[in-house]
């Protein structure tokens, strides 16, 4: 058993508890939201028909007057009288009249009118409240006071519910009481107290919490008790099923000998299919095994005939350097990468006679095994036909009727070979469908060479190739490569281009060809990156160093 294993059963029961534990409170929270909304709407509505009645009982100008005089009039008295009727006759605790004062955003109010009970009339007659008095520094809360204001100087909402240490919490209504001038000049405000509704929604939240929690655990418990037996159960048989496969297969040497025991399910949903699947997974896992042996063998056969094939391409090219150590004019280096274990890409280099060198440069179409018996053709051709004094556009001419003679699979060559003088410094080269070199003169950089670009070899019969030439002059080298160097392509889907190339070749021109080409291979790599490579990289780099002597010219 893996270090950190969970059993399923547990984990069903763990996830199963919080989802009811979350439903209990979303259930409970919503119940609770839904009650104590409905409940203030309710008691709002309450406060402000009582507020309109209040309203309706003031003369706002008799009340202006008398608090402009702090005298009280018969009209007042009326007044007193009809505010002690609704706190008597409601659920109203305090019935009141202030008028708040604005000083410097200090928030004060003094009484007008203030309804009290017979029963606090005989037994606490100094508390009474009369016209004028200021209200106590506790009577309320900041935030009420606060309102007070508001309301009287800048038309705020008119209800409001707040607490305080001494009352608990209260609902407060206040409306504005206006003159015949539209002025405001004091407020009418009821508190209704509101402890005994937060206990009975207090009380509801409960009692909704707790019988969604006590049906959600009876449903827990039952969805436990049939997950275990139609999943957890069966699931343990096919995994003690699996492992006791996995022992005997490592410990029988013999794939043919391995059985498989399907586990005792008895189900008739997913479960079941699920058993049947792995049964027969395993019967054709058995089936596998045995002819496991027969293929892994074959594939190291090929892997070793693959490895031989790469080896005898890799022969094939001139891989020892320096490759002419007894000749001082010039020096000449080159490299493969295949994309596969055999490449389609070839170069050569080879003394057509004593004066002259060519070099050739080859990208077969396609990748693999295919490419490189294409490729071992074709250098074999334009090498044999390269001869003293012959033409090399005659040369590649010859080469590509011989490839079209016997090209089924429709392949083609992509090449350029080129033959330096070394007494005289002049280059004839041709070209059948591939990059241009790069010449750097002594002195100077690195520059893509202009040539005309011919048709492919092996993708037309009769076809013509006209070969062309320039003057090296001692100091310049050239450099040559195929399409899998600027066509090499990073994460981003960019190409590597002639560009970037062309810049790495100039910063790294100073150095010798061996130097020179490893420095453009890890440029490459650097831009690839992580990306796999998907071509061909070849590459070769020829210095002319001096002229032979005797020269012509």
């Given at each position: 058993?893996?270090?950190?294993?969970?059993k399923?059963?547990?984990?069903m029961?763990f996830?199963?508890?919080?989802?009811?534990?979350?439903?209990?409170?979303?259930l409970?929270g919503?119940?609770?939201?839904?009650?104590y909304?409905?409940t203030?709407?309710?008691?709002?509505?309450?406060?402000?028909?009582l507020?309109?009645?209040a309203?309706?009982?003031?003369?706002?100008d008799?009340?202006?007057?008398?608090?402009?005089?702090l005298?009280?009039?018969?009209?007042?008295?009326?007044?007193?009288k009809?505010l002690?009727a609704?706190?008597?006759?409601?659920?109203?605790?305090?019935?009141y009249?202030v008028?708040?004062?604005?000083?410097?955003?200090?928030?004060d109010?003094?009484?007008?009118?203030d309804?009290?009970?017979e029963q606090e009339?005989?037994e606490?007659?100094?508390t009474?409240?009369?016209l004028?008095?200021?209200?106590?520094?506790?009577?309320?809360?900041?935030?009420?006071?606060?309102?007070?204001n508001?309301i009287?100087?800048?038309?705020a909402?008119?209800?409001?519910?707040?607490?305080?240490?001494?009352?608990?919490?209260?609902?407060?209504?206040?409306k504005?009481v206006?003159?015949s001038?539209?002025?405001?000049?004091?407020?009418?405000?009821?508190?209704?107290s509101?402890?005994?509704?937060?206990?009975?929604?207090?009380i509801y939240?409960v009692?909704?919490?707790s019988?969604?929690?006590?049906?959600?655990v009876?449903?827990?418990?039952i969805?436990?008790s049939?997950?275990n037996r139609?999943?957890?159960?069966?699931?343990?048989r096919?995994?003690?099923?699996?492992?006791n496969f996995?022992?005997q297969s490592?410990?029988?040497?013999?794939?043919?000998?391995?059985?498989?025991?399907?586990?005792?399910?008895?189900c008739?949903?997913?479960?079941?299919m699920?058993?049947?699947?792995?049964?027969n997974?395993?019967?054709?896992?058995?089936?596998?095994?045995?002819?496991?042996?027969?293929?892994?063998a074959?594939k190291?056969?090929i892997g070793?005939?693959?490895?031989?094939a790469?080896?005898i391409q890799a022969s094939?090219?001139p891989c020892?350097f320096?490759?002419f150590?007894?000749r001082?004019?010039?020096?000449?280096?080159?490299?493969?990468?295949?994309?596969?274990?055999v490449?389609?890409?070839?170069?050569?280099?080879f003394?057509?006679?004593?004066?002259?060198?060519?070099?050739?440069?080859?990208?077969?179409?396609?990748?693999?095994?295919?490419?490189?018996?294409?490729?071992?053709?074709g250098?074999?051709?334009?090498?044999?036909?390269?001869?003293?004094g012959r033409?090399?556009g005659?040369?590649?001419?010859?080469v590509?009727?011989?490839?079209?003679e016997?090209?089924?699979?429709?392949?083609f060559?992509?090449?350029?070979?080129?033959v330096?003088d070394?007494?005289t410094?002049?280059?004839?080269f041709v070209?059948?469908?591939?990059?241009?070199?790069f010449?750097?003169k002594?002195?100077?950089?690195?520059?893509?060479?202009?040539?005309r670009?011919g048709?492919?070899?092996?993708g037309?019969?009769?076809m013509?190739?006209v070969?062309?030439?320039?003057?090296?002059?001692?100091?310049?080298?050239?450099?040559?490569?195929?399409d899998?160097?600027?066509?090499?392509?990073?994460?981003?889907?960019?190409?590597?281009?002639?560009?970037?190339?062309?810049?790495?070749?100039?910063?790294c021109?100073?150095?010798?060809?061996?130097?020179l080409?490893?420095?453009?291979?890890?440029?490459?790599?650097?831009?690839?990156?992580e990306?796999p490579q998907?071509?061909?990289?070849?590459m070769?780099?020829?210095?002319?160093?001096?002229?032979?002597?005797?020269?012509?010219?």
């Open positions: 058993m893996k270090r950190g294993f969970k399923l059963g547990h984990t029961v996830y199963c508890s919080v989802l009811a534990l979350v439903l209990c409170f979303v409970g919503l119940g609770y939201f839904l009650y909304s409905e203030m709407e309710n008691y709002t509505m309450y406060i402000e028909s507020l309109n009645i309203n309706s009982q003031v003369d706002a008799d009340m202006a007057a008398c608090i402009a005089l005298e009280e009039s018969d009209i007042y008295s009326q007044t007193q009809e002690n609704i706190r008597s006759d409601t659920i109203a605790e305090y019935v009249i008028v708040p004062l604005d000083e410097d955003d200090i928030y109010v003094i009484y007008v009118c309804a009290y009970t009339v005989l606490e007659p100094d009474l409240v009369n004028g008095d200021s209200v106590e520094d506790e009577a309320f809360t900041d935030d009420v006071l606060e309102l007070f508001d009287m100087f800048h038309g909402e008119t209800s409001y519910i707040s607490y305080h240490d001494g009352y608990g919490y209260t609902l407060t209504g206040v504005p206006t003159d001038a539209g002025n405001v000049i004091c407020l009418v405000c009821i508190d209704i509101m402890d005994d509704v937060e206990d009975a929604i207090y939240f009692g909704v919490f019988g969604t929690a006590v049906i959600l009876i449903m827990l418990l969805i436990v049939r997950l139609s999943v957890v159960r069966p699931v343990c096919m995994a003690e099923a699996a492992g996995v022992e490592h410990a029988v040497a013999d794939p043919s000998a391995l059985e498989w025991h399907a586990a005792d399910v008895d008739r949903n997913e479960i079941g699920l058993n049947e699947s792995i049964t997974m395993m019967s054709d896992t058995v089936d596998y095994m045995k002819n496991l042996a027969h293929v892994t074959e190291e056969r070793t005939e693959l490895d031989i790469a080896h094939m090219l020892i320096p490759a150590p007894e001082e004019e010039f020096e000449i280096f080159a490299s493969m990468n295949p994309a596969k274990e490449g389609g890409d070839f170069y050569d280099f003394m057509v006679d004593n004066t002259h060198i060519a070099f050739v440069m080859a990208d077969v179409s396609g990748k693999g095994v295919p490419a490189a018996l294409f490729m071992v053709i250098k074999t051709l334009i090498k044999d036909h390269t001869l003293p033409d090399l005659e040369v590649f001419t010859r590509n009727n011989l490839l079209c016997a090209n089924s699979e429709e392949m060559i992509t090449a350029y070979e080129g330096l070394l007494e410094g002049e280059l004839d070209n059948a469908g591939h990059e241009a070199p010449i750097c002594k002195d100077g950089s690195f520059e893509p060479y202009k040539i670009h048709f492919v070899l092996a037309m019969e009769g013509r190739y070969s062309g030439s320039t003057v090296l002059d001692v100091g310049d080298r050239i450099f040559q490569y195929t899998g160097v600027i066509e090499a392509t990073n994460g981003a889907q960019e190409l590597y281009g002639k560009k970037r190339l062309e810049e790495t070749l100039n910063r021109r100073d150095l010798p060809s061996t130097e080409l490893k420095e453009v291979k890890a440029d490459v790599d650097r831009f690839v990156g990306e998907f071509d061909d990289i070849t070769l780099c020829l210095d002319f160093k001096g002229k032979m002597k005797g020269k012509k010219g």
